[in-house]
């Protein structure tokens, strides 16, 4: 009963040591982005969203890095993802619709924040 009970509450779950790795992944992805190395950065976030796939968070962050390495595409596709998991935040509808503007997609980023604004009952 002893080694089950070791085995089985004392140790880990693969779970839990895969959300561990993700977090260790992460914060070396905010090592990299306060020294300014985005590739580095997006690198890591990857590999923590492939252990924590349903992290809002970490989406935004690779959105960030991805936008300082003018990847643009990939910068919405994270942003996208982030507000499907976190559909509310004015933050992100926020970003989403800078990042459209940065890239001239000025019709594309009024309409979306048209949408969003009256989705959530901001107009």
């Not at 977090?23 to 306060?34: F, P, S, T």
């Not at 985005?38 to 968070?57: F, G, H, S, V």
């Not at 933050?91 to 604004?117: S, V």
């Amino acid at each position: 009963m002893a080694k089950l009970a070791s085995e089985f509450l004392q140790q880990p779950t693969l779970q839990a040591l895969q959300v561990k790795i993700g977090e260790e992944h992460h914060a070396a992805a905010n090592e990299a982005i306060q020294h300014e190395n985005w590739q580095k950065a997006t690198e890591e976030i990857t590999l923590a969203l492939e252990r924590a796939p349903d992290r809002p968070d970490y989406y935004l962050l690779r959105s960030l890095a991805k936008h300082r390495l003018d990847d643009n595409v990939g910068a919405l596709g994270d942003i996208d993802a982030t507000l499907a998991l976190d559909p509310d935040a004015f933050e992100l509808a926020n970003t989403k619709f800078k990042i459209l503007q940065w890239t001239d997609k000025h019709d594309e980023g009024l309409a979306f924040m048209h949408r969003w604004t009256r989705a959530h009952g901001y107009e």
